[in-house]
Nanobody, 114 residues
Framework: QVQLQESGPGLVKPSQTLSLTCTVS??????????WNWIRQPPGKGLEWMGG???????YYRPSLKSRTSISRDTSKNQFTLQLSSVTPEDTAVYYC??????WGQGTQVTVSS
């Protein structure tokens, strides 16, 4: 059974870069045909797909966030990471990592505030 766990700072200052890591257990992030995603949910709003990385390492980004987002992976650690630059309070959200649309981490709250 695959398990995903998000980790990273819960508080980020405006204009800084938010960095989160998703650690995967029970499955390899290089397994064929799986896509690994970052999704967020701002307070009072719906879920927003931010981007993802495929089993082969190809990356995909939400167009509106593409200029600020970078997703990478460390296959030796079975982890993938999210970096979101130049954050503002509007980036405050619960951030989730997922495998496809069925397997999700528990989410981590990130607040952008000075």
């Amino acid at each position: 059974q695959v398990q995903l766990q998000e980790s990273g700072p819960g508080l980020v200052k405006p204009s800084q870069t938010l960095s989160l890591t998703c650690t995967v257990s029970g499955a390899s992030i290089t397994t064929n045909n799986y896509y690994w995603n970052w999704i967020r949910q701002p307070p009072g709003k719906g879920l927003e797909w931010m981007g993802g990385i495929s089993y082969s390492g190809s990356t995909y980004y939400r167009p509106s966030l593409k200029s600020r987002t970078s997703i990478s992976r460390d296959t030796s650690k079975n982890q993938f990471t999210l970096q979101l630059s130049s954050v503002t309070p509007e980036d405050t959200a619960v951030y989730y990592c997922s495998r496809g649309y069925l397997d999700w981490g528990q989410g981590t709250q990130v607040t952008v505030s000075s």
